[in-house]
């Protein structure tokens, strides 16, 4: 998953410089905090990509009908579709629109057709504009929602492509599953300083069947907590699980629920994304998968891994600083003692997974706590091993003999199986 949290950290830089309505800004922040980040990159000279992976809450109870519906392929948008909803759109599935409109600076707006099921509904659109599209069109024109009879779904996710000649992008957008009493929807979009709307017809009788929609309810035992996994929906375009969250240092390691797998037929479904939202009770999560397999023998949901707490009791000599110290099992270098105007900085590195808990250091005669973290940046080693190095700030001017550490988070190995009843 290093890749994918790479990815939309680079997004999240993006996102931040662009000015959003006021309800759609505090979605995507808060989205970009618990989601694992994905690394844009590029496919050869010919196409850019970018990407958004905002993933939300959706826990919805309605069904969709039980019989696919096959249309048209819709054509020119195989370099935004890959894996499942690549196989979906050649076999035909969705629903064609063609509706169109006209931005400002003159772009063509086309929604030219929508993918749905019980997970999510897809967007495929096309910006066309003969005299050229820049980052003056593209930046300020964001998805939000899109909204109908019992339908107020949220933007979640987005890719798109511009052509080498920047005259034409093709993309697609996933929001949050529609209501099937719908017959007709709006898409709420930003326009440079102008909020707008589209809207076009939907026919829920062609959206997707669910492939399992079924109940989990159990709990598991973590260090600081427990973790309850309410329900899975798997749809031909997604597998969802949906539970709460009630563990103390659950935002102490990034995206814990990357240690948790769903394996069917005894192979791991590939991890997509998810996302957390709290609630009274606790922290609503979701985790995304791939689609399942059409013929289902077993299906079992195992936390292999999940943040942990380590009581440590630690005491660090700063003399030597030529190998590592062992953490239960974790690695710490202490890379290098510096005094300056501010105070005493110490340079330590860790494993990725790795937040210290009570830092102090001793003097003569005298315990400093840790006054602020300075500086962090993750690196990766010729192995492949990804070290998180920071510099830890001491408010004072005496010289450290010892580092003091009380204890740590860290994404800890447990291994408890939950096996999902095959119907």
């Not at 109870?61 to 196989?87: C, H, M, P, R």
């Not at 967007?123 to 069109?137: A, E, F, R, S, V």
């Amino acid at each position: 998953m290093n890749n994918i949290e790479k990815r939309l950290a680079d997004e999240k830089k993006r996102m931040d410089s662009i000015t959003a309505p006021d309800e759609l800004e505090m979605r995507l922040r808060n989205a970009l905090n618990t989601t694992p980040p994905r690394r844009a990159k590029r496919i050869g000279a010919i196409w850019k990509v970018a990407v958004v992976a905002l993933l939300f809450m959706t826990i919805f109870g309605y069904q969709y009908n039980a019989v696919a519906y096959y249309s048209k392929k819709l054509f020119g948008f195989d370099e935004v579709t890959n894996g499942t909803l690549k196989e979906l759109n050649d076999k035909g599935m969705g629903q064609m629109i063609e509706k169109k409109t006209k931005l400002k600076d003159g772009t063509e707006f086309i929604i030219n057709g929508l993918m749905a099921d019980a997970n999510q509904l897809i967007m495929y659109y096309t910006l066309h504009n003969p005299k050229g599209i820049d980052d003056q069109t593209v930046n300020p024109f964001l998805f939000s929602k899109i909204t109908g009879f019992l339908t107020k779904s949220n933007m979640e996710s987005g890719m798109y492509i511009l052509n080498d000649d920047k005259t034409e992008i093709k993309g697609t957008t996933a929001f949050e599953p529609v209501s099937p009493f719908s017959k007709k929807l709006t898409l709420h979009y930003n326009d440079i300083d102008t909020r707008e709307e589209i809207n076009f017809p939907y026919d829920p009788n062609k959206a997707m069947y669910t492939q399992i929609k079924q109940s989990i309810n159990k709990t598991l035992k973590v260090d600081k907590g427990e973790v309850t996994f309410h329900s899975i929906t798997a749809t031909p375009t997604l597998s969802v699980i949906n539970g709460l969250l009630q563990v103390d240092n659950f935002d102490r390691v990034h995206f814990a629920q990357e240690g948790i797998e769903l394996i069917a037929n005894g192979t791991p479904i590939p991890l997509i994304g998810g996302g957390s939202q709290s609630s009274l009770r606790g922290i609503k999560f979701d985790i995304r998968y791939d689609t399942l397999p059409e013929k289902l023998d077993s299906l079992e949901l195992v936390m292999k891994k999940f943040v942990g707490y380590e009581t440590l009791k630690e005491k660090i000599s700063l003399a030597a600083m030529d190998k590592p110290i062992s953490l239960h099992g974790k690695d710490l270098w202490v890379k290098n003692v510096a005094k300056t105007s501010e105070g005493i900085e110490i340079t330590i590195a860790t494993d990725d997974d790795v937040m210290l808990d009570g830092v102090s250091i001793e003097t003569q005669g005298e315990i400093i706590p840790l006054k602020t973290t300075v500086r962090q940046h993750e690196t990766e080693q010729e192995n492949g091993r990804m070290l998180k190095e920071r510099t830890l700030l001491f408010d004072t001017k005496k010289e450290p003999q010892y580092l003091l550490i009380e204890g740590m988070h860290y994404m800890k190995t447990y291994n408890h199986v939950i096996e999902i009843p095959v119907k």
